[in-house]
């Protein structure tokens, strides 16, 4: 299983809702990560996790807040969202929080706020 | 801070060789992906640089050249499914692995 799975794949949201991303792995993976990717640009870095714990936030804003239950998934809870944070929300996977290994990507959720 | 360049767009035609360019300043290079995504899909890893060179992978290629903050993309034998943006992405030196991404590249081959 090569995989990186992420649901929902689209979501609509209101800027008073709350609602969650997940993502999940089961090659073993002991980093993951949240990307942002706006249209006809690069993913931006959000989060890392490393062995379950947070090593990495891009100073992103509050109303993202991440959460790792166990090593094979990785949330994104929203709150309060915004229309510019509209964007493909991208989740990856590498095999070693310590810098071993290419990253391996999900298809993403796709998040409309209006 | 990092700074990664790309050129923006290019064409080329099937069956063609293409070169996309990467210049990149880093404090602290750990290493050199490459990364291809079709439009409304994940980015796919196509190659991997730590050390000055070539490194070859069927009909890709890739150069790094850590003294010169400069890798390419070479692409032979171009077909239609080629057409796609390349991301080049540069790794930091850190307790944990931090990759971040170029300006990317959009990759349209004509026939």
């Known amino acids: 299983d090569t995989e990186v799975t992420q649901t929902p794949k689209h979501l609509v949201m209101g800027m008073t809702n709350k609602k969650s991303l997940k993502c999940e792995q089961h090659?073993?993976?002991?980093?993951m990560y949240w990307y942002k990717q706006k249209a006809k640009k690069p993913p931006e870095l959000m989060f890392v996790y490393s062995y379950e714990k947070l090593s990495i936030n891009e100073s992103v804003p509050s109303r993202f807040s991440p959460e790792c239950p166990n090593s094979s998934l990785l949330n994104l809870h929203l709150h309060a969202l915004q229309p510019e944070d509209s964007a493909l929300y991208l989740c990856?996977?590498?095999?070693?929080?310590?810098?071993?290994?290419?990253?391996?990507f999900g298809e993403g959720s796709r998040l409309t706020v209006l | 801070g990092q700074n990664i360049d790309q050129p923006t767009e290019m064409t080329a035609t099937e069956g063609a060789i293409v070169q996309i360019n990467c210049t990149y300043q880093?404090?602290?290079?750990?290493?050199l992906f490459w990364y291809q995504q079709h439009a409304g899909e994940a980015p796919t890893f196509l190659s991997y640089?730590?050390?000055?060179g070539l490194e070859e992978k069927g009909r890709f290629s890739s150069f790094l050249s850590r003294s010169k903050g400069y890798s390419y993309l070479l692409l032979k034998e171009l077909q239609m499914k080629d057409s796609a943006s390349y991301l080049c992405?540069?790794?930091?030196?850190?307790?944990?692995?931090?990759?971040?991404f170029g300006t990317g590249t959009l990759l349209a081959v004509q026939p």
């Open positions: 090659m073993g993976h002991r980093a």
């Open positions: 992405a540069v790794r930091s030196f850190g307790a944990t692995n931090k990759l971040i």
């Open positions: 640089n730590v050390l000055d």
């Open positions: 990856a996977s590498s095999q070693s929080g310590g810098g071993a290994g290419e990253l391996f």
């Open positions: 880093t404090s602290g290079f750990n290493g």
